[in-house]
């Protein structure tokens, strides 16, 4: 089955990108999305005349942040029991708990950082509701995390798109998309490198 990302983000539209930023950012069943490669195609996208730039940034931006805060309002309110929920085919306590070692580590800027890196990115407000953290500086970091990530990958894409001649977009966007996700996944795989060698240590 040959799965085409710029075809289907012009058939989704707006709302179906808007969508999907919202639910990677704040549902359980969030944490597959491709939201770093759906902004940067998207932008790609805005950049031949099928989408507004602005328009696409700035309902991206709301609903990553809306997003968050239904991960955080979730965290905040079933707290412990998501610890003890069994594992099924969309939830699995690994990604919780790797998102609290994350978390314990960078503290608050994680929430920044998270939007950068998948998985960690759906579970980042959900453990910041676990652990209570004042809403107000949740909010702070949510703004700003969700500012960066939206306006950062989306405006990249754009800029690509008016780089790359239209007749070798074709050409071009597969590997780069390809890289993007490639990309985002390093710092997890990173993650989990340093944390096996410091158990190894213990």
Known sequence: MHFDLPQLIQHLGYFGVWGIIFAESGLLIGFF???????????FIASQGFLNIFVLIFGSFVCAVLGDNVGYATGYR????????????FFHKKNLVKTQSFYDKHGKKTLVLARFMPVVRTFAPIVAGIGAMHYRTFMSYNLIGGFLWTLGITLLGFFLGKVIPAEQIDKYLIPIIVGIIVISIIPSIVHLIQENRSNEHE
């Open 78 to 89: 079933f707290g412990r029991k998501l610890f003890q929920k069994e594992d099924n085919w």
């Open 33 to 43: 999305l491709p939201g770093d490669s759906l902004l940067f195609t998207a932008g």
